[in-house]
């Protein structure tokens, strides 16, 4: 019907991405993910474990609840290219694939520069502060790797150490970061940008102790079914639980959701008459 569902005075980027399981309570209740009270956003796992799936979910779900004034995104896809049935979305102001250096290297300048307009903006003031009291739209960025490791090895690590800066000063501008990785270290996200991730979340990983280092606990009841894409883990308030990704649209197969994503998007960007990202 045109309309998104968020809408209104937004002081939250809350969004459902899937299932948690329950035992204790004999409950399942949903999975989800506020980027605003979490911050930073963290997906880890195996390969084929379900991480581009699940920013497929994540992604779909938030153009569907809040509008481009709300939010928008820059996607840097080094996996498997899911997210170029995003580019369409009047959220989204670029997918960038490996090999595309030049595109790369202007996204990077774009945000470099955005970052410095939000500090000039706020005046020592935080993003959630500038929303509570002016009363203006100011949309939040989202800054999403899939395949943070590629990433590092195709750039050489050109970029980390504004991705640094981001991951510290990022959420009190209202820029947030989403990344998937094998895990935390040297090889994967690295402790100076990882030690800025709040929220994590665990699909398949090779061992107990990864899940440990994973979620940054120190014990851990379950361990997700194996061979299961979407399965994982996630600390909440009542403990870590098992959680099932959810899908972003009903398809018969990932080539059809992807389909069904890009129309989704065209519609989108044809009833949009606001202001979208640079």
Not at 179 to 196: D, L, P, V
Request: proline residues 3%.
């Amino acid at each position: 019907d045109g309309k998104w569902q968020g809408g209104g005075n937004r002081i939250s980027l809350e969004t459902m991405v899937g299932l948690l399981d329950d035992p204790e309570n004999q409950a399942q209740v949903p999975l989800t993910v506020d980027l605003l009270e979490d911050g930073h956003l963290a997906v880890l796992g195996t390969v084929a474990s379900g991480k581009s799936t699940f920013l497929q979910t994540f992604i779909y779900a938030m153009t569907c609840r809040y509008t481009p004034d709300e939010v928008q995104m820059y996607l840097l896809d080094f996996g498997n290219r899911i997210l170029e049935s995003f580019a369409h979305m009047p959220h989204v102001g670029g997918v960038v694939f490996e090999n595309q250096e030049e595109k790369l290297s202007r996204l990077f300048f774009l945000l470099e520069r955005l970052v410095g307009e939000r500090k000039r903006m706020l005046k020592g003031g935080t993003y959630v502060q500038y929303l509570q009291s002016s009363g203006e739209s100011l949309p939040a960025m989202v800054v999403v790797i899939d395949g943070y490791a590629g990433f590092r090895e195709k750039t050489k690590n050109r970029y980390e150490d504004f991705l640094v800066q981001l991951a510290r000063e990022g959420t009190g501008c209202g820029i947030y970061l989403v990344f998937t990785a094998g895990g935390f270290g040297a090889n994967e996200i690295a402790s100076r940008i990882g030690s800025h991730f709040r929220s994590t979340l665990a699909l398949e990983m090779g061992d107990r102790f990864q899940y440990l280092d994973a979620l940054r606990v120190h014990r851990i009841e379950v361990v997700p079914e194996a061979d299961c894409k979407g399965r994982g883990l996630a600390n909440t308030p009542g403990g870590v639980l098992e959680f099932q990704t959810a899908l972003a649209l009903r398809a018969d197969d990932d080539y059809e959701r992807g389909n069904k994503i890009r129309e989704a998007g065209t519609d989108m960007a044809e009833v949009w008459k606001g202001r979208r990202p640079k």
